[in-house]
C-alpha cells in the first residue's frame, strides 16, 4: 500500500503565495500537475520563522457542516458519505486529536518571544448550515459563512478559535485557480466578524473525488471502513497545524512556500494492519482513545527535520 499512500497529492502554496488571495496556504488534488516521483516538492529540512503571527497556547476548533448532512439523501448518490456515521467519525476525531503526540509536533515552532502552540486543541461545538451561500462557494463564501454564524451567535467569537467548514460532497469550491478536488483538499484564511479576526479551515468531503483527495483508499478498506471520514480526517488536522503555525501566511513555512503539514503532504509513515468494523483488514498509523486513523505527518522542526507522527521519532 505504501505506493498507494505516497501519491495522494502535491501542493500550490506557491501559486497561492503569488495570488496573494484570502487562504494563507491550500494542497492540491491528484488533479494538479504532480511533483517528479508523486511526493510534494520540498527541500530537505529547512523551515523558516518570517515574523507573524503563531496561534500560541491551546486553541478551540469549531465545525460548521455546511450543505446536507445526517440526513436521507443528502448527497444523491454520495449521501452514504454525509450520513451521521460520517459526522461522528469527524466530531469523535476533532475532540480527540488535541493534546496527542501528533499534534504536539505544533509546539515545536516558536515565535520571537518563544511562545508556542500547545499542541492542544479543544472541541467547542458544531452547527448545520443548509446551504446558506449555495452550492458553488468561494473564499470570500467561507469567510461570510463563519462571520455570519458568529453574528447570530450560532457559534461564540473566539479569538484563540478555528473554525472549520466542512462541505457535503455536493458542494464545491471554485475560486480563480482555487477548485476543490482539481487543485486543494483543504485550506485555511482569515476573516472578519463584528470588528474582530478569525481565523477558519475549509475541508471538503472526498467522496465528490476520491482519486483526488481519498487516494490511499483506492482499491483498499479505511480503519473506519467509511473512506471518506477516513480521509477527511487527514485535512482538517491538516489546516490546523497550518493555521497555528502561520496564521496570517507570515509565520513559518520552508524556501518554497511549504508550511510544515504541507512538507509531509502524501506521505504516512511506520503503519499497522488492524481490523476495521466491518471486519476488513485496513492500515493505521494513529491510535487515539481505541479508535484508528490514517493521518499525513507532520514535519518535526529540528537541527534535522523530517516528517513523523510524533517528535519523538
Not at 461522528?88 to 520571537?112: E, H, K, L, W
Not at 475560486?175 to 485550506?187: I, P, Q, S
Request: with cysteine; hydrophobic share 35%; net charge negative.
Amino acid at each position: 500500500m505504501g505506493s498507494k499512500l505516497a501519491r495522494l497529492s502535491t501542493t500550490l502554496a506557491l501559486v497561492l503565495a503569488m495570488l496573494g488571495g484570502q487562504a494563507a496556504a491550500q494542497n492540491a488534488a491528484n488533479g494538479a500537475a504532480p511533483a517528479p516521483g508523486g511526493s510534494t516538492r520540498t527541500d530537505s529540512n529547512t523551515m523558516a520563522y518570517h515574523g507573524g503571527p503563531i496561534m500560541v497556547g491551546t486553541e478551540d476548533v469549531y465545525i460548521i457542516w455546511y450543505g446536507c448532512w445526517a440526513q436521507p439523501g443528502c448527497g444523491g448518490a454520495d449521501a452514504q458519505y454525509n450520513d451521521q456515521t460520517t459526522v461522528n467519525i469527524m466530531t469523535d476525531f476533532s475532540s480527540r486529536v488535541g493534546g496527542s503526540p501528533y499534534f504536539q509536533i505544533n509546539a515545536m515552532y516558536p515565535n520571537d518571544y518563544g511562545q508556542t502552540p500547545s499542541g492542544g486543541l479543544l472541541f467547542g461545538g458544531e452547527i448545520f448550515d443548509r446551504y446558506s451561500r449555495g452550492s458553488t462557494l468561494t473564499e470570500a463564501d467561507l469567510a461570510r459563512i463563519v462571520a455570519d454564524t458568529i453574528v447570530s451567535s450560532l457559534l461564540p467569537q473566539d479569538p484563540t478559535g478555528v473554525y472549520v467548514v466542512v462541505t457535503s460532497s455536493d458542494v464545491t469550491l471554485e475560486d480563480g485557480a482555487t477548485k476543490f478536488c482539481l487543485t486543494c483538499c483543504n485550506f485555511h484564511g482569515s476573516g472578519m466578524a463584528l470588528g474582530t479576526p478569525f481565523r477558519y479551515a475549509f475541508v471538503g468531503n472526498p467522496a465528490r473525488c476520491p482519486g483526488g483527495c481519498a487516494s490511499q483508499f483506492d482499491g483498499v478498506a479505511s480503519p473506519n471502513a467509511n473512506f471518506a471520514a477516513d480521509a477527511m480526517v487527514s485535512w482538517p488536522v491538516h489546516a490546523l497545524s497550518g493555521t497555528v503555525t502561520n496564521a496570517t501566511g507570515h509565520g513559518w513555512y520552508d524556501r518554497y512556500g511549504l508550511e510544515n503539514a504541507e512538507k509531509c503532504e502524501g506521505t504516512y509513515g511506520t503503519t499497522q494492519v488492524v481490523t476495521n468494523p466491518d471486519g476488513q483488514p485496513a492500515e493505521s498509523n494513529i491510535t487515539l482513545y481505541g479508535t484508528h486513523y490514517l493521518l499525513q505527518q507532520n514535519w518535526v522542526n529540528s537541527k534535522k527535520g523530517h516528517c513523523a507522527m510524533n517528535s519523538s521519532q
